[in-house]
């Protein structure tokens, strides 16, 4: 009988301990990168986007733990060790907010074009902090990278029937020039090859007939 009391207690106590682990894990909220290959350490070319001085880059910022019932803001910090770049190459919101009854939000940095990226790439490192109630996951998903430049070099999009069939071969001339008579952003160039390649055509032949009016730039497309 009094092994049988003893066995009692020992599993409440477990339980007891248990429950208490629960409800304390349950209780804190822990926000971490995602860091799949495509997202952890982002690459940005300014000569990809010609027509701008700027571009806002995301990274997806997920929530373990109680959902909020309103927004409310969580803290990064830029780690000097792993950043090159300068103050003035980008704008971080050092509190940025995340959104109530959601388990993802996104992080966002604006890039901004400077003559010394020319020379090549700066990387800007950006770190999950502890405060205003939120704890930073896994180490290796507290940190993301983006390095950035506008070094010259040909948009990995432009292969395949962006030669054959809509803009022929690629020149840093000829995509500005694309970029100014279509007025597109160059962020969805890549989604309407895949998505809606009727309405690249259309651009193409805009952009053909832009070209008709201005024979100085002697450049050339293959669409019809």
Partial sequence: M????????????????????????QSERYLYFTTSLDSADLSVSFSHYPTSDEYKAGFEVNLMGNLLTEKANY???????????LLEEYVLDLEPEFGANQLKDTLYVVLKKTERLSDGPVTLMIKLEEGNGFIPGLSRNRTVKVHFN???????WWEGDIISVYLGEYSPEKYKHFLIATQIDATEIPVLLKENPTKLRLL???FKDYLTLHPELNLTVPIY
């Fill in 204 to 206: 193409a032949l805009e």
């Fill in 150 to 156: 506008n070094v010259e070099s040909k948009p990995l």
């Fill in 75 to 85: 803290r990064v910090s830029v780690v000097d060790t792993g950043t090159t770049a």
């Fill in 2 to 25: 009094k092994n049988y009391i003893t066995i009692i207690a020992i599993v409440f106590a477990l339980f007891s301990c248990s429950e208490k682990e629960t409800m304390t894990y």
